[in-house]
């Protein structure tokens, strides 16, 4: 993905997420997160990930979000007067979220970059991953579907109405 | 420009996703915007897996991404049933009006 | 590289055109068809200098401009951004979905071999249920931003329906996806051009016709066209989650309806019904099974292709129309239970029959 590009959409997700997290409206907020699941989407597709890509769309943007605008609405939440807690702690939390940023960045970047490795032309496709997924990786694979199953039944008996 | 974007690039702006995500938590006062706020920080890390995974060449990273959206998947789902039923308890989703565990 | 990019936009532009107008003609077949359905004319009042067309000129020329000259309304204590937002989310990633039907094998002109395909994307099955995952933000948006109670009904109704029938669509899809062996749907219509036992062409409905119903049941329910139209309940909740919008949104929505359809019929004819296939026709000619070879330009096979992938998509495209004025609605409850109950189920059987069809199949071989 050409440089250019990537700064676009980079420039473009920095500004999505901080909608997410600055926006009073609840629903905007929402909205800020489609767009930077969709916008990271792209850069995914640019490092050659196209099943994640997809599935990122899929599943991140197109299930997991409509939830939480149902929650949302089913809350019907209103606009916050003031979304933030007082001033100190908004200036403790950046400052030290600064921070951890450039302990990452140090952290991962701290080693020999990785040479610049070619790829084969289904690198990231279907294929590639299902063989990966299938063979190294069956046994995590069989228990996320068991967490998922944990998962729905848990959610419908928490939010069940009970009859009182 | 043409040519490929370094992956430090990428894992800057991993890093600042985080770091985002991360005053999302600390500052709202809004469960659900909270929440939001978690997915962010879990989209950031797929970020890193993926331009990890193509800079070695090993598909392995986008297999622990597809793990992650599943994990966030399920847990998006129980979490926004706790936040349903908290409110129908208390009437609010205001972090710091359900703070009754704290000390 | 130049030339690259032209040809890409060239079919961009091509395909998207293409299916709006398909979209009209089905707008014409609703008014038209159905008329002659429910034993009346149909609308045959608008004319230009006394020509009505049929009623041609009704749907496809006044209609529209009635549409963009109505007032646009707005809202008291509706949210303006995603008022506005809504159609557009509904519309685009519809039309977009396009990119990756491909309407016709090859098409080689001057030495160059272009796929009919704007987007030839290996993962094209994910794409288009990708687009689809993001229509339904226009119908949450749409019932929200309305601040109206017809409206948010509508579209948590909409919205539910959407996601329950997704999950049965895409089930369909993984059958699909095991006989063919790939996501790519211009490979999946090309693989339709085999003969079985030497003269049967091997569409897709043969391989998997329980697919091909659950998937063509979803595809309806996922537009919410009827008998699955209860979130526009018209005579219900007045237009539903449209009900706030007029004027050139109001078409947008009603664009995205008949786009939708298109695109479910485009599916179909690609993945149940040999997408461009005609029977017996090969890129150089027909090769028909008692021996006789019918050799043709390859400009008269690739005309030919085209014709028959836009013939079964306008088909299916009326069929969707003759079932909209046959079945009556479905309740809500019973529209729940026929996505969870019933055709889920019906897909998961579908997929591990075919599982276990294809298994047997390799032993043999």
């Known amino acids: 993905m050409s440089p250019l590009v990537f700064l676009v959409v980079a420039a473009l997700t920095v500004v999505a997420a901080l909608t997410v997290v600055l926006h009073r409206n609840p629903v905007h907020s929402a909205l800020g997160l489609v767009a930077t699941m969709c916008l990271l989407a792209v850069l995914f597709l640019g490092l050659d990930a196209q099943l994640i890509g997809f599935l990122q769309v899929i599943v991140y943007a197109g299930a997991i979000v409509v939830l939480f605008l149902f929650v949302i609405m089913l809350l019907n939440l209103e606009r916050e007067p003031r979304g933030l807690g007082p001033s100190v702690v908004v200036g403790a939390a950046t400052t030290g979220a600064a921070g951890l940023a450039v302990l990452i960045v140090r952290g991962l970047t701290g080693g020999a970059p990785p040479a610049d490795t070619t790829v084969e032309a289904d690198f990231g496709g279907v294929a590639a991953v299902a063989e990966r997924l299938f063979t190294a990786y069956l046994l995590p694979f069989e228990l996320t579907s068991l967490l998922l199953l944990v998962a729905v039944v848990g959610a419908v008996a928490i939010a069940k109405r009970r009859p009182s | ?103 | 590289m130049l030339v690259d990019a032209a040809i890409a936009s060239a079919e961009a532009v091509f395909v998207i055109l293409l299916m709006l107008q398909v979209m009209s003609l089905g707008l014409f077949f609703e008014r038209k068809a159905s008329a002659l359905m429910q034993d009346r004319i149909g609308a045959n009042r608008a004319a230009i200098f006394g020509f009505a067309g049929l009623g041609l000129v009704n749907t496809l020329v006044a209609d529209p401009i009635k549409f963009l000259l109505k007032e646009d309304v707005r809202l008291a204590g509706a949210d303006r951004t995603l008022h506005a937002l809504a159609p557009l989310v509904s519309l685009v990633p519809a039309l977009a979905a396009f990119a990756v039907i491909p309407f016709g094998d090859v098409l080689v002109v001057g030495g160059r071999t272009i796929d009919l395909q704007a987007a030839h994307l290996d993962v094209g099955i994910l794409y288009v249920l990708a687009m689809a995952a993001l229509g339904v933000y226009g119908v949450v948006l749409g019932g929200w931003a309305s601040n109206s109670r017809w409206s948010l009904l509508g579209g948590v109704r909409g919205s539910a329906q959407m996601i329950s029938y997704e999950i049965a669509m895409g089930l369909a899809l993984v059958g699909v996806v095991m006989t063919y062996n790939t996501l790519d749907l211009q490979e999946i219509a090309r693989q339709q051009g085999r003969l079985l036992w030497g003269w049967l062409p091997a569409w897709g409905v043969l391989y998997q016709p329980l697919g091909f119903l659950v998937f063509f049941a979803a595809g309806i329910a996922e537009s919410k066209r009827i008998p699955f139209d209860l979130p526009e309940g018209e005579s219900e909740l007045i237009a539903g989650y449209f009900t706030e919008y007029s004027g050139a949104k109001h078409l947008m929505f009603m664009m995205t309806d008949f786009v939708e359809v298109v695109l479910v019929a485009a599916m179909i004819t690609t993945l149940f019904f040999g997408g461009w296939q005609v029977p017996w026709l090969a890129r150089d000619g027909f090769h028909f099974p008692w021996g006789t070879v019918l050799a043709l330009p390859g400009l008269l096979v690739t005309v030919l292709q085209v014709t028959a992938f836009m013939v079964k998509t306008i088909f299916f495209t009326y069929l969707q129309v003759a079932i909209r004025f046959t079945l009556p609605r479905f309740r809500y409850d019973q529209l729940m239970r026929l996505g969870w109950q019933g055709l889920l189920p019906l897909a998961l059987l579908n997929v591990g029959a075919s599982a276990l069809v294809l298994l047997l199949v390799e032993r043999a071989a």
């Not at chain 2, 991360?22 to 659900?32: A, F, K």
């Not at chain 2, 929440?35 to 950031?44: T, Y």
């Open chain 2, 1 to 103: 420009m043409t040519g490929t974007t370094p992956l430090s690039w990428y894992l800057v702006l991993s890093a600042l996703l985080f770091a985002i995500g991360t005053v999302g938590v600390l500052v709202r006062r809004n469960l659900i915007v909270i929440f939001m706020a978690i997915e962010l920080l879990l989209n950031a890390v797929n970020l890193t897996f993926v331009a990890f995974a193509r800079a070695r060449g090993a598909v392995d990273g986008q297999v622990i991404v597809f793990f992650v959206i599943t994990v966030a998947a399920a847990e998006a789902a129980v979490g926004l049933a706790i936040i349903l039923a908290l409110f129908r308890l208390r009437g609010t989703t205001n972090a710091d009006e359900v703070a009754t565990l704290r000390w």
